[in-house]
């Protein structure tokens, strides 16, 4: 792998000690580093090398998935990290950084290989990128990449402008937008899913598949975070990236030979193109916009959104979307797609659901007998696990069926976290799992809309108990075309019922 600088801003914020320090001993226990590698952490407190060095070794036994068990080795990984004051807004500490970097580069006869990752509130993300072009830093004989965190812009507009912005810097090829959905290790592998099972790839169109359903249910509220989510939401926090993202991963149908990052980006790309769009006055006919109430969570009491610390009492934020889309193309014409995301739910889980069609009874999924839809659940997190359901008939009662779950992958249970195979990937110049400005925009073009219906409150806000699935708004939706949500196993999707916990799916089979 090529020698490289990464220069990190935000190196004293939360995100570097938790993910980032983390991802980058894990990359050098495995050997993934590059064997030049330095890394220049900036920030506004003034710290030592060593005072920086130490922190980043205590976020390591804090945060690592794997802890280190060699004293000599942790202190090379460490000797690579060096630190530096900067203030974002002074040109002229760029130039100082600059000069640091290319006296390492020289010293080590090293090409300029330079990678900024910008691990900073979104208000900095362009004075950065000028800085990094008007102090020289960008100008380099090797490469230079930039990676940007979410969230990338606040609606169509600003992400337009900040994209333009950022282009005067860095061409599209060289920026590697963060989404940390497309580092989970099973979404990263749904690609190969398709293409090393030509039965599954065969399957993945309208004329077998039902609907597809797309869960990232939390059981947090808005933790500390009150500021920026009241002002934020759950359509632009989850669903413009993570959900979107999801479903185009989903949506993709790859040739067999794969055809790497350019092949998965263009299909992305094409899926959202043919993306159906909503508009002010379809939109509540398409979208459930909710807001957690009181309730109960793992046997304890939680408070409403608006009673949260630092929400307003009349804040008309949602803190859950359920929405019906269509994809418009010949492999998904008909088939709604489902997503639904929301805090304080019952259970943290995120998933998709591909149920397949039930031939003789066509859009509906309670079968003879006890039979079910055949699912295939693809579990992200925190289960991760790819299955089947299909249905067996039971010995000794020849008319009931009884579902089963066969299991297709499990991943290792110390498998890579989604930012060590993120930076892994970015250090290696693998664009594949980062968001690219064609799927970042269409996204913005589809949430835009959506928007636009809730800030005229064309879209009414239904309050949910905390601790169960939404709003039932958000069942009455599947349920108009004939469906429902999967849960899990044991668990029937029941919104609005307090607990299921005693349910067995099979015994939903006839509700
Ligand atoms: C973040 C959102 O992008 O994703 C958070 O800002 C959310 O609000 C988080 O909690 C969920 O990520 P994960 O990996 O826990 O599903």
Redesign the pocket.
Known sequence: MEPCTFILFGATGDLAKRKIYPALFNLFARGLLPEHFSVVGLGRREWTAEVYQAAVERSIYQFSRTKPDDAEALNRFLQAFAYRVLDIGREEDYRGLLAQVESHENALGLPQNRMFYLSVGPEYFETIADHIRGSGLGRVNGWKRLVIE?PFGHDLPSARTLNRKLAESFAEEEIYRID??LG?PVVQRLESLQQANPVIQALWTNRYIANVQIT?S?T?GVEE?AGY?DHVGALR??VQ??LLQLLMMTAIRLPYDGGGAEQVRFQKKKAMEALEPLHLDNAALHVVRGQYAEGTIGGLPVAGYTSEPGIPAASANETFIAARLRIDNNDWRGIPFYIRTG?RMKK?S?RIVVEFKAPLKQGRHEGEGGALPNLLVIEI?PEESISLRLNTKEPGAPDAFKPIRVDLHLTPPDSPE?YENLIGDALRGDAAFFAHWDEVERSWQWVQPVLDAFASDRVPLRRYEAGTYGPAESDALLAADGFRWWFDDDEPATSHSKSTEGDRYANHAHP
């Open positions: 979410k940390h959905y989970k990232a939390e947090v975070r989510y926090d989850m990236n993570h805090k943290k995120t997190g989604a």
